[in-house]
């Protein structure tokens, strides 16, 4: 979904001319290439201002135009208008518990290298060595520029700075990752909360594309979310809103490493589902999703009946707390079998009054697998360059 937003009145023409390349550019990185005629009427701008702004594009490399592959009708063809990858690259990064991944991609989102490794010992200063040097492996194969990047950390992390306050699950306490990873990649680096990455990914472009208010959760050790609450992705102050894994949920549930007892993760996240699947602890995580996918049916209530209702219970309160149209599970949770994803929606459709009052809430998986936090990484990078290209 492309937003867009009138320049306030007054504006002067330069600024207008910014404003409308900046919603061209920003409709066809996110929604593909498109015709002249339908960016004008997508956009609300007159032809005359399309052409200006397409041939402005076209002539600084950024966008191209070509005859599509499919023809319909007779007479001549549309032109196609396409964004050049290489025109801006931005470098993503997804470091998680156990793995960093990190990948350039290009205007429009394809991903034009990636690299990924597993991640035994987590000190910052060598995760943040290995990060660069990755990054110099991939853009020098490329021949590319990178001009911005964008980080996914499983952690409480300051919007404005990227410094990470705390990342439990990685044993990072006060990381200014954003400001040293600024100062050695050289561009301007953006960090953010993994499950509110993956909500902007899957609203970008995944599950919950198109919708006004979605909330993604996501189940790795911890569990976190991002919530799209009326089309933008909700903050909180300084950016610290999503960490629903604490919901204290469980009175006489297990202690978690936040100091509260029984918080939701603690139920419903990797430990919890090794517990019920019956696996010894420390089982890494592609164990955990096999097993769950290879669960014969029969036996998926007797084995998953309790995780099901605690995670019905969370999602019944996070329904009626943000009244989103949809839920999407990601990581972990994308490996449920889909009678528990079905049984789940129909649980907080019955016993949410928010989601009775608005028809019901959609529950899905997400379709990214476990690419989620890399593409909405790369897109929180896109953010202000498509500002500026
Ligand atoms: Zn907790």
New binding site residues.
Partial sequence: MTQTSTPTAGARPDEVRRHNRTAVLRRLHVDGPCTRAALATELGLNRSTIKAVVDGLAESGVVSEHVPRARTGAGRPSLLVLPRPLAAVVLAVDIRVEQVAVALVGLGGEVLGRNSWILRAGDPADVLTDVVESARLLTEDLAAQVVGAGVSIPGVVRRRDGFVHEAPNLRWRDVPLGDRLTAVLGVPTLVANDAEIAARAEHLRGAARGTLDAVYVSADVGVGAGVISDGKILRGTAGYVGEL??M?INPAGLA?????RG?W??EVGELALGRALDLPEHTPRGVIMAALRALPEPRIDAVLGEFTEWLATGLVTIVNAFAPELVVLGDLFTALPTTVVTAVGRAVTERSLVSRAIGGTRVLTSTMGTDAKLIGAAELAFEPVLDTV
């Fill in positions: 894994g604490h204290a978690c490493y936040c100091g509260n918080c993760e603690t």
